[in-house]
């Protein structure tokens, strides 16, 4: 079991390696190099395929994974599907549902696709077990009734299998101002849900000024949700190898606090939108951070693209074995799949 003093052991200072692009343009791209501990070892070392795209093809994508485990064991995933047909930032199509006995080898057994909701476009979704009433609960995003990009929630389900599209309804939606020059956030995405301490706590996407940061919201019930401390400051701030974009991915429960793994993308690098890296932070309140890679990233793609490194969306799961971690990570043709890696204590 990781525990705290593993946790900063992995969090050794990284660096950043540059490479020369097209019209003698020299940006960095995003890179892991150097003694960086066990966690970044494995997230860089053997992996298995767990969901390829629909096309084999450059800008499709499969990914945004969120992973509950059911009282039987069974392992659920959510993800979101993309095709580069349609308009940037309304790529995703569908959320499919896919049930597995080992965590490994996943059978698709449900799909949402955005038309029967009805909502322009989909990105990542997060799934979980609620912990009173067994149920499963589901989240989505997306632009609501053509609007700004909210958090949305299912009803609750027996079954992931037995999610209604036609539930959906808005639950976190952006502020609104207080006066004519306020800076709220405009939009919320991919939502990082878990319960903890006695409720529940949404990590968001929020969109300041076109620029993408982490923000904080709980609830009681999953359903009604507040936010946490200041609504208008970022839990992360925009700096270091983060100054473009900085993003939550996943929170793990550790011996004292938890580990944050957060993503996020460097001004410098080839389309920082997407060309997206992974991060740890640390929290002892699920409210304040500390970035234990403030100077590089922990987990880039080690089969990165031309152009793309991308190691992003990562949900990371404890099982009796080992910790797993589910990633949407970039191919030499840009497209994205999903893959687990094992975190083992050996």
């Known amino acids: ?40 070892a ?41 095709t580069p047909e349609a308009p940037r930032g309304l790529r995703g199509y569908e959320i499919r549902i896919l049930r597995s006995e080992d965590g490994e080898h996943f059978e698709a057994v449900h799909h949402i696709k955005r038309e029967d909701v009805p909502i322009p476009g989909f990105e990542r979704p997060a799934l979980l077990v609620d912990p009173k009433s067994g149920q499963f609960k589901l989240y989505a995003c997306g632009p609501w009734q053509n609007g700004p990009w909210c958090i949305v929630k299912f009803d609750d389900a027996a079954s992931p299998a037995e999610f209604r599209p036609n539930t959906a309804r808005p639950v976190i939606v952006p502020r609104a101002k207080t006066y004519d020059r306020d800076v709220p956030p405009t939009e919320y995405k991919d939502p990082v849900i878990l319960y903890a301490e006695g409720a529940y706590h949404c990590y968001v996407i929020g969109y300041i000024r076109q620029n993408e940061r982490i923000f904080h919201f709980r609830s009681e019930d999953g359903e009604r949700w507040t936010a946490v401390g200041n609504p208008y400051e970022s839990r992360m701030p925009l700096a270091g190898w983060h100054d473009f974009f900085v993003r939550p991915a996943s929170v793990v429960p550790i011996d004292a606090g938890y580990l944050f793994v957060y993503e996020g993308s460097k001004t410098t690098w080839n389309d920082p939108v997407y060309n997206i890296a992974t991060g740890l932070a640390f929290t002892f309140d699920l409210h304040h951070m500390i970035d234990l890679t403030p100077d590089a990233p922990l987990a880039v793609s080690s089969t990165p693209s031309a152009g793309f490194s991308t190691f992003r969306y990562s949900h990371w799961l404890r099982t009796r074995e080992a910790l797993w971690v589910y990633a949407e990570v970039a191919c030499p043709n840009e497209s994205n799949e999903v893959r687990l890696y094992k975190i083992t204590d050996e």
């Open 1 to 40: 079991m990781l525990n705290r003093t593993r946790v900063f052991a992995a969090a050794i200072v990284l660096s950043v390696t540059q490479g020369v692009l097209a019209e003698d343009r020299v940006l960095e791209t995003p890179a892991v190099e150097g003694p960086y501990g066990r966690i970044a």
């Open 42 to 82: 494995a997230l860089a070392g053997p992996y298995s395929v767990v969901l390829k795209p629909d096309k084999d093809e450059a800008e499709w994508w499969a990914g945004a994974p969120s992973v509950a485990r059911g009282s039987d064991g069974v392992f659920w995933m959510a993800c979101r599907m993309r």
